[in-house]
Nanobody, 127 residues
């Protein structure tokens, strides 16, 4: 069993930066994704690392590419999401999600490909 816990959210002005962390306990997850959700909308893919079976390749949504960077420590216990040049439309609850093995390529961006979920951390981008 994998337990995931996100930290690092908060209030930041447009153009600012935040770094989210997702810590795994129990077991580590091979593949980890970051998703975000605003009230009344579906959970949206942000970034994911596809695990050793997927070459540990990292994928980003078009809306965050070039502004967000996902990384993971060598022990695979902590995953980070460095968010720069934040925009008001980045405001959401951010979740990390994990699974064993690597999802097939077509499912990397789909929430249903991930088994374990954290409780989420709020990111608000506003003046």
């Amino acid at each position: 069993q994998v337990q995931l816990s996100e930290t690092g959210g908060g209030l930041v002005e447009p153009g600012g930066s935040l770094r989210l962390s997702c810590v795994a306990s129990g077991r580590t997850a091979d593949s980890v994704g970051w998703f975000r959700q605003v009230p009344g909308k579906e959970r949206e893919f942000v970034a994911a690392i596809r695990g050793a079976q997927g070459g540990n390749r990292i994928y980003y949504s078009d809306s965050v590419k070039g502004r967000f960077t996902m990384s993971r420590d060598n022990a695979k216990t902590t995953v980070y999401l460095e968010m720069n040049n934040l925009k008001p439309e980045d405001t959401a609850v951010y979740f990390c999600a994990g699974r064993q093995g690597a999802p097939i390529l077509s499912m990397v961006r789909q929430p249903q490909a991930y088994t374990y979920w954290g409780q989420g951390t709020q990111v608000t981008v506003s003046l």
